[in-house]
């Protein structure tokens, strides 16, 4: 993102809408066609997540939640990683620029940048005839050493989770029209929760030095709890079985798997919960839940890393195995 004397009309957007969210001295004012991070010594941790209407937020959704979907995101796989926010560089393809869409956008954009202290860095912008895409790089720093991957996990690790699974697919299958619109029909409440929690995801930034701390192993859950556990262990070279009465709910989504609603399988492989999902020895375990309660943010105990490579246990109430037919939502 950069802008000229004689602005283009991308230059004329850029300036318009984005230029007041790069705070950073490294990004000179978006004048630029790149910019400067310094590290300071630490390590740069960079991830990368776009978000395409009709696959990640549906045409009608509200531009200011799409903004805020398309950074928090990338802000949930820097906290995953222990990372502090640091900035973004944010990639647009609109069908056209029209205020009524871009104001509200830009400017909750320019809310949650501050809010999570991520500036931001440069970008582009291009016109496209299809659906909409929003693309953001964004970096984060950790001390030289300190990022916490995904092959760390141990035997007899505890598996953890942050806030509540589920939602975020529930949310969806409100907005569709599915049963679980149906079955909230009178409660209003419900159905604004589950809705918010798909379109606005909480990532767990303030809990990433704890992580840093404690967590053998993290990611986020982004693509269903099931699935994304399953991708740790395989890079840990590990099992894991989890005890899904453990499982952390909502008022909302323990209602509806009350009313057989919804299913433990939607909740386990719905997708877009974006919380952290972690491995921690068991000595360190209950720390770790202090600290979050601390920061206001549940951790939940719902499993235990196993040895070999064996494919990973859902156990019931009775601690027989559930067969899920899916473990979590594919792109492709």
């Known amino acids: 993102m950069e802008t000229t004397q004689n602005p283009s009309g991308e230059d004329s957007l850029i300036a318009r809408y984005f230029k007041p969210l790069a705070t950073d001295p490294g990004a000179f004012g978006l004048v630029d066609d ?47 990683k222990g990372a502090t926010p640091a900035g973004f560089v944010l990639t647009l393809a609109l069908r056209s620029k029209e205020d009524a869409w871009l104001r509200p956008f830009a400017d909750a954009l320019c809310e949650d940048a501050k809010t999570f202290a991520c500036p931001l860095l440069g970008g582009d912008t291009v016109s496209t005839p299809g659906p909409q895409m929003i693309s953001i790089t964004a970096f984060g720093r950790v001390p030289q050493g300190r990022m916490i991957g995904r092959t760390g996990a141990r035997p007899g690790d505890r598996v953890l989770v942050t806030g509540t699974i589920g939602d975020a697919a529930l949310g969806l299958d409100v907005l569709k029209g599915g049963a679980a619109a149906s079955a909230l029909t009178s409660d209003p409440a419900a159905r604004d929760f589950l809705v918010s929690r798909y379109r606005v995801p909480q990532p767990r930034n303030v809990l990433a030095p704890a992580l840093r701390d404690h967590a053998t192993a993290a990611m986020d859950v982004s693509d269903g709890l099931a699935g994304d556990l399953t991708k740790l262990c395989a890079a840990s070279g590990v099992a894991a079985s989890v005890d899904v009465t453990s499982l952390p709910l909502s008022a909302a989504a323990a209602g509806l798997r009350a ?74």
Not at 35 to 44: K, M, Q
Not at 53 to 65: Q, R, S
Not at 304 to 323: M, N, S
């Open 34 to 80: 790149a910019a400067v991070l310094s590290s300071s010594g630490e390590d740069i941790v960079v991830t990368t997540d776009a978000v395409v209407e009709g696959v990640h937020y549906l045409a009608g959704d509200p531009p200011d939640n799409i903004a805020r979907k398309a950074l928090r995101v990338n802000l949930s796989d820097l906290a995953a």
């Open 259 to 332: 009313r057989n609603v919804a299913s433990v399988e939607t909740l386990l492989a719905g997708g877009d919960d974006y919380e952290v999902l972690c491995t921690v020895p068991p000595a360190q375990c209950e720390t770790l839940i202090a600290a979050g309660q601390s920061l206001g943010v549940a951790v939940t105990a719902i499993g235990t890393i196993t040895e070999g490579q064996k494919p990973l246990r859902f156990l019931d109430g009775q601690g027989q195995d559930l067969l899920l037919t899916r473990l979590s939502y594919s792109h492709f």
